[in-house]
């Protein structure tokens, strides 16, 4: 049985829809903090039980049975996501399980100066200390996150942030049937993964570019101090330490942590990964 935690979050629920197409259904389970939202997947006639990443107990219960865990990275940062993601390498293990499937970062380093990286790399120093087989997914920089950046642009025609890099941004949909490569194929990959990337890296000049050229409406970049920026999320009212967390994007990515293109990703789809330009377009069609 394999096993995906998250699938009630976006990246989990696009890897067990492509899951699905792949093995049947009673092969399948998932683990989820709010079991009511995954009726559509109980109704399919997947496994969902309840289990979630401080609750030790939970996950053994939601893992039992499992043949591969895919563990999403949980949403939170620091020591927290590790304790976090600690607890659910050993529930994976306690269950038996013989590989266990991680979302890592193209970016993991623990001398990186965005906080999520060191997350990611710590969490693959318990993988390989944690003695199962494992297969660290290290994911480009989410496309998602290049939209976030965009913010208002295409809207207000200016495209305001601190200095940054180029960034090899990859969409979830991608990165999710990878994944679901990854545990339906045995040998594909395994350990850690090479950057599993789209084809270019791409930094905000380069974005607000192909926001201009597809919106037909000219869009400017616009440069502020890291100062400047942050002040404008705490006015906005994103927590300070979050604020300050977003700020290691930007000063990571104009290290080159996020530059990286690999075709990896493109051999294992067989196809070329999306681009940001698609991705602007579906947002402009939405
Ligand atoms: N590669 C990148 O560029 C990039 C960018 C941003 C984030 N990420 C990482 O990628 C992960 C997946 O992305 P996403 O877009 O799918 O995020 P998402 O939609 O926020 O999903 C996160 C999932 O984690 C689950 N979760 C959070 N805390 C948990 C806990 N204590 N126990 C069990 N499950 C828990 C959430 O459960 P609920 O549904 O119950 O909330 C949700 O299903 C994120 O969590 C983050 O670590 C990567």
Do not use: C
């Amino acid at each position: 049985m394999i096993i995906v935690t998250g699938a009630t979050g976006e990246l989990g629920r696009s890897i067990t829809e492509r899951l699905l197409e792949r093995v049947p259904a009673a092969q399948l389970g998932v683990s989820v903090r709010s079991p009511e939202k995954a009726d559509w997947l109980s109704e399919r006639g997947v496994r969902v039980r309840q289990g979630d990443f401080d609750d030790a107990a939970s996950l053994r219960h939601a893992f039992e049975g499992a043949s591969q865990v895919l563990i999403v990275s949980a949403n939170t940062t620091g020591e927290a996501a590790l304790r976090q993601h600690r607890t659910a390498i050993d529930a994976a293990r306690a269950a038996g399980a013989e590989r266990i499937v991680y979302t890592s970062h193209q970016g993991a380093n623990p001398a990186s100066l965005f906080t999520p990286m060191t997350d990611h790399a710590a969490t693959e120093a318990a993988l390989q200390a944690s003695g199962v087989a494992f297969t660290s997914l290290r994911h480009g920089f989410y496309a998602a996150s290049g939209l976030m950046l965009m913010g208002q642009a295409m809207q207000t025609g200016q495209l305001i942030a601190p200095k940054d890099g180029p960034v090899s941004w990859t969409t979830h949909a991608d990165l999710a049937e990878a994944a679901a490569i990854a545990l339906t194929d045995a040998g594909r990959l395994d350990g850690l993964t090479p950057p599993l990337t789209g084809a270019s890296a791409l930094d905000l000049a380069d974005l607000a570019a192909i926001g201009s050229q597809l919106s037909g409406r000219p869009i400017t970049r616009v440069f502020v101090s890291d100062e400047e920026y942050q002040a404008g999320m705490i006015a906005r009212g994103v927590p300070e330490p979050q604020a300050e967390m977003l700020l290691g994007l930007f000063a990571a990515s104009r290290q080159g942590e996020f530059a990286a293109v690999d075709p990896s990703l493109e051999r294992l789809l067989g196809r070329p990964p999306m681009t940001m330009r698609d991705v602007v377009a579906a947002s402009l069609a939405q």
